[in-house]
């Protein structure tokens, strides 16, 4: 990928990773180097926008939960003028962008206009996760799949999801945005038949210095998250599969933490 190859009035949509900029691909890279403005999710760390050279623009677009500070229509907006100007144009995102990434929304707006588009993946939260706790998310006649679930819900309303389908697989299940309704999690899981036994993974900040990771067991999620997560992203993973993971002991029952690395 050369500047040549990235054309004016054209944009990507690019996986940034969890926040270490090591996990970034070598095209994000070069994307981003090339680019005459970048928009950026609030959950893009220090490290990552570092790498944008001073002479670019770089337009904040503040997405986090609770928080957003530019609703999915105008960010649509923005990058429909911003190809419309002739720039080359990055939507750098966190993770990647087809996981709960609205990139849906930005790649109908900018087709519908008639610009280019493409996608350049990115680690997952979920696999960078798995890394750092050093387990595999699928095991061999334990976990035949993984399932990445959104726990959002419109403020006040219970979460949508089919608990019994995601209790009775067997799968390894990967909440995103779960920190605030780790009770509801919970609860679905247990009264659809999950038992309160089952292996948790809470993972905060991950691959950021900050991160920190605790396994528990599913009827002490509520209880752990609240105590453990905070205000930090927080990804949430349930399933047998998380009984390997690499975690020094605490003194709390039932939980073991450990920090990054
Ligand atoms: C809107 S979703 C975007 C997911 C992203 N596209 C991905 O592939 O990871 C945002 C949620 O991802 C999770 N998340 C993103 N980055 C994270 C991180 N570094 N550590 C823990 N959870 C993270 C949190 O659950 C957060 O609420």
Redesign the pocket.
């Given at each position: 990928m050369q500047r040549d190859d990235f054309a004016p009035g054209t944009v990507w949509l690019v996986?940034a990773?969890?926040?270490d900029p090591d996990l970034l691909t070598m095209k994000a890279v070069k994307l981003i180097e090339c680019a005459d403005i970048v928009f950026h999710?609030a959950?893009v760390?220090a490290g990552i926008l570092s790498l944008i050279p001073s002479k670019t623009e770089t337009v904040s677009v503040g997405?986090?939960?609770g928080r957003h500070s530019k609703d999915q229509r105008t960010i649509d907006a923005m990058l429909v003028e911003a190809a419309a100007a002739g720039k080359r144009v990055v939507r750098l995102?966190?993770?990647?962008?087809?996981?709960?990434?609205?990139s849906a929304e930005e790649l109908r707006a900018l087709r519908n206009a008639g610009y280019p588009v493409s996608i350049c993946p990115?680690?997952?939260?979920?696999c960078?996760?798995a890394a750092s706790a050093g387990i595999s998310l699928t095991l061999r006649g334990v976990a035949r799949d993984v399932r990445?679930v959104?726990?959002?819900s419109q403020r006040g309303a219970a979460l949508d999801v089919d608990w019994h389908s995601l209790a009775g697989g067997g799968s390894t299940l990967a909440?995103?945005?779960?920190?605030e309704v780790a009770g509801e999690i919970m609860r679905g899981l247990m009264r659809a038949g999950m038992a309160g036994d089952t292996s948790v993974l809470i993972?905060?900040?991950?691959?950021?210095p900050a991160?920190q990771r605790l396994t528990t067991r599913l009827d002490l999620l509520e209880l752990a998250t609240r105590s453990f997560a905070a205000d930090?992203?927080?990804?949430?993973v349930v399933g047998a599969a998380v009984t390997q993971a690499h975690v020094a002991r605490a003194g709390l029952p039932n939980v073991a933490r450990s920090t990054h690395g």
């Open positions: 996986g990773g969890p926040g999710d959950l760390g997405k986090r939960s995102k966190g993770g990647d962008p087809s996981i709960f990434g609205r990115g680690i997952t939260t979920a960078a996760a990445f959104t726990a959002h909440f995103y945005m779960g920190r993972a905060c900040h991950v691959s950021d991160e930090a992203p927080t990804l949430i």
